[in-house]
């Protein structure tokens, strides 16, 4: 059978091409368009992923930070109630000494140094020079006070002292070369809380307790710690500032000799005083004005001081008139040359032996 196809079929196909060839344009377009959108909304989820992956480590190590925080501020709290009870206890010692001071005799002595621009200018000396500043020790003491006079002015007294160590208490852990307030309160946490207890570790038993509070106290080392407390404990204090003097925070690596924190312990409490080098104001009787006059006269260190007769001194001190004049050098060569030899704990005692620097 033959099918014949007519011009209106035809027609009705030229029609319909146009129209398919419309919508075939029309799927490419839109699918090119959504192909393209995709891609950029995978790229900014890939994104996204990468900026959660960063906030979850940033919120990794916020955890640790706070956990270490929260360490701190528990070792901070301790401190907190240890500083509180200390407080108590000054506070009660203060008014116990009060009460003393009130009911005896009043004594003490203010000595004047009469060369002043002022009507007076008063030195008074509580303490000894910290040997830090020139090399000596806070070295040994020295035994009775006997002798006459002349004696007393040239040489130093045998007098009995009063330690200045004595003030140290036996849980003062700071003391010890290394160690600070944070890491006393470690120790104290972990049951070493005297220099005796303390002197009984080993450097892996003290790693051991800095090991619990993170890798920052992991870097520090103990290894001198043990052996300073135990200087510390038989109250060998010229062995503990020796030692120390060769350690450098706490390590036994100086390259050179250092200052002792038990002499800036002692230096900061007021159980000595330090001056600097050839500061002629560390002399029993040596006030501003009365240096000044001595450094116009070519005296400036404390070995010219010592090198210079009392005689000479006093010519100088007469010559710069009535204000200098009363002043007694009998003495300062004597300090002076302790002082320069770097005695500093028998110019102290020497020093708590006088009275104005007069012997």
Same mark, same amino acid.
């Given at each position: 059978m033959i099918t014949l196809v007519s011009i209106c079929?035809?027609?009705w196909l030229l029609w319909l091409l146009p129209l398919l060839l419309g919508v075939l344009l029309t799927?490419?377009?839109w699918r090119s368009k959504y192909s393209? @959108?995709?891609?950029?909304?995978?790229? *900014? $989820? *890939?994104?996204?992923?990468? =900026?959660i992956k960063g906030l979850q480590d940033d919120l990794a190590k916020c955890s640790a930070k706070r956990s270490e925080l929260e360490g701190d501020l528990s070792i901070t709290k301790g401190r907190m109630r240890e500083i509180e009870s200390e407080m108590k206890s000054l506070k009660a010692a203060a008014e116990s000494e009060k009460r003393k001071a009130s009911a005896a005799p009043k004594v003490n002595k203010i000595v004047e140094d009469k060369g002043s621009n002022s009507d007076t200018d008063k030195d008074v000396k509580l303490g000894s020079v910290a040997s830090s500043f020139a090399g000596g020790s806070a070295a040994s003491g020295i035994a009775s006070n006997t002798g006459s006079s002349e004696e007393k002015a040239g #040489?130093? %007294?045998?007098?009995? *002292?009063?330690? $200045?160590y004595a003030g140290i208490k036996s849980d003062n852990l700071q003391i010890v070369e290394g160690i600070g307030p944070k890491m006393e309160?470690?120790?104290?946490?972990?049951?070493?809380? #005297?220099?005796?207890? +303390?002197?009984?570790? #080993? %450097?892996?038993?003290? =790693?051991? $307790? +800095?090991? *619990?509070?993170?890798d920052k106290y992991k870097i520090i080392d103990p290894t001198t710690w043990a052996q300073q407390a135990s200087y510390a404990s038989k109250n060998d204090w010229d062995g503990m500032i020796d030692l120390q003097k060769k350690l450098d925070a706490g390590k036994d690596n100086a390259a050179s000799m250092t200052d002792s924190k038990l002499e800036k312990y002692? $230096?900061?409490t007021g159980a000595i005083k330090g001056f600097k080098q050839d500061d002629l104001k560390a002399i029993e009787g040596i006030g501003p004005a009365t240096e000044k006059l001595l450094h116009s006269n070519g005296i400036k260190t404390w =070995?010219?001081?010592a090198n210079t007769q009392a005689t /000479?001194?006093? /010519? @100088?001190? #007469? /010559? /710069?008139?009535s204000r200098f004049a009363l002043g007694d050098p009998t003495t300062w060569p004597k300090q002076a040359e302790l002082a320069a030899d770097g005695e500093f704990d028998k110019l102290r005692e020497y020093q708590d032996f006088l009275d104005g620097g007069k012997g």
């Open positions: 079929d035809l027609f799927w490419l377009y393209n @959108m995709v891609a950029e909304y995978e790229g *900014k $989820i *890939k994104g996204l992923n990468g =900026r #040489t130093p %007294p045998t007098s009995s *002292k009063k330690s $200045i309160s470690v120790l104290k946490e972990n049951g070493v809380n #005297t220099h005796t207890e +303390l002197a009984n570790q #080993t %450097p892996d038993s003290l =790693r051991a $307790i +800095l090991g *619990k509070y993170g002692l $230096i900061k =070995r010219e001081l /000479a001194i006093k /010519a @100088m001190l #007469t /010559a /710069a008139g």
